[in-house]
């Protein structure tokens, strides 16, 4: 009796465990709500309408970046495909209309800077049938009309500034448009992922952004800490931006925007641009990264003490790879960012942003600039319509951006 009792137990589990695994298969099914046919066709009109705007890009990694940098246009052409993550025919075939592209030079130095902004001037004339400079948001949606790719200049990490206001203001006749407020802790703001300095922002960053909303500057607080993120916010009179980062509650990391922060974000009529970062996508990645480099900075320091271990040492790396694969983050799981946003603060609020050519691993299939449409198809197929897509695509940022216009 005993044993049939037993028996009629685990027959109840594995039923339960059957009819549960096949609601969850149903249920991971039911987020689709169009063919990816019918999908693909309101992806074709949305790119068309409204192109992608891509919130941060790191091009000038390759001419700045690299063991033989500084190197110059012809050293890294774009009119073909390139090593990188960024070209012309990849933009274009992506639907990319406007990229905040990341201006910097090798160091962090004035005249390094200065070589940087030569480059990017020289680039629009090198390939002005392709690419044009803008400054205002009429700028940017007429040059998309005319089919260019319009570069916003922006910069990740105000210490090029100099902590001055006088260089924010001659950055802006060059055409700076976008600050990242501080990468790691700085005279402005604590980093996101640094030691905290100033509970939030210091008083030269209030300065900053009073001077920022008066220029027409975007304020973008990716990287930095929460508290500096609502300390901007008490105080900004014109929207922010995000312009790479994803959702905390999906994926808690320090980097990632808090649910609190959303709503904020929300009554200032900001702008978050998800982003297809891997380790800002999903927990498993940045956990995976955190222990990769734990070990990587391990060997590093034996290598040091005795670099007779070399081949040992390796033998290690190795093995540790192959018994820590890489967890794989899908582009299902970066459109989940877009459906949580969408349902906390609304559609309205939501941009896209690549970070290509800063980042070394990559969602599947989301490889380089060209990748957009497959996201677009995702949401498409997950039921988004038309008019949401290309809000996301670029109508919200260009509202945004004459908003911070005025």
């Known amino acids: 009796m005993k044993y049939k009792l037993t028996f009629i137990i685990i027959l109840g ?31 074709d009109l949305v790119l068309k309408a409204s192109p992608i705007i891509d919130g941060h890009n790191d091009l000038f990694i390759n001419y700045f970046d690299c063991k033989a940098c500084p190197i110059d246009i012809k050293d890294y052409p774009l009119d073909t495909i390139a090593l990188g993550q960024t070209d012309i025919p990849r933009l274009k075939k ?14 962090k130095t004035l005249d390094s800077y200065m070589q940087a902004w030569d480059l990017l001037y020289r680039l629009e004339d090198m390939y002005s049938y392709d690419l044009k400079i803008v ?48 990468y790691n802790t700085n005279q402005l703001a604590d980093g996101s992922d640094d030691t905290p300095k100033y509970n939030g922002i210091s008083d030269l960053g209030k300065e900053m952004v009073q001077e920022m909303n008066r220029l027409g500057i975007l304020i973008d607080m990716s990287h930095i800490s929460s508290k500096a993120m609502n300390a901007i916010l008490d105080i900004t009179e014109s929207p ?62 034996r290598m040091k003490i005795n670099p007779a271990d070399s081949s040992e040492l390796d033998k290690i790396a190795i093995k540790w790879e192959n018994d820590n694969p890489i967890p794989v983050v899908n582009i299902a799981d970066f459109a989940n960012h877009f459906d949580y946003v969408k349902k906390l603060i609304g559609v309205d609020y939501i941009g896209i942003a690549g970070d290509y050519d800063g980042i070394y691993f990559t969602i599947k299939d989301m490889e380089d600039v060209s990748s957009y449409p497959k996201l677009l198809l995702e949401l498409a197929m997950r039921g988004w319509t038309e008019s949401e897509l290309k809000k996301i695509t670029g109508e919200n940022f260009l509202r945004v951006f004459k908003e911070v216009e005025k």
């Open 13 to 43: 589990v594995l039923n339960f465990l059957f009819i549960d695994s096949i609601y969850s298969q149903n249920n991971a099914k039911s987020i689709y709500k169009r063919s990816e046919k019918d999908a693909k066709s309101i992806v």
């Open 94 to 107: 992506g639907g990319t209309g406007g990229i905040l592209l990341n201006v910097f030079g090798k160091e």
């Open 135 to 182: 400054r205002t948001a009429a700028e940017m949606k007429q040059g998309m009309n005319d089919g260019k790719i319009t570069i916003l200049p922006s910069l990740e990490g105000a210490t090029r500034l100099g902590d001055n206001k006088y260089l924010l203001r001659t950055y802006y006749e060059l055409g700076l448009r976008s600050v990242t407020f501080a």
């Open 240 to 301: 922010v931006i995000f312009s790479h980062s994803n959702v905390k509650a999906l994926c808690n990391v320090n980097r990632n925007v808090p649910d609190d922060v959303l709503f904020r974000l929300k009554q200032n009529r900001g702008i978050i641009m998800l982003t297809p970062v891997p380790y800002f996508t999903k927990k498993e990645h940045n956990d995976w990264l955190d222990k990769s480099d734990s070990l990587s900075k391990t060997l590093q320091e």
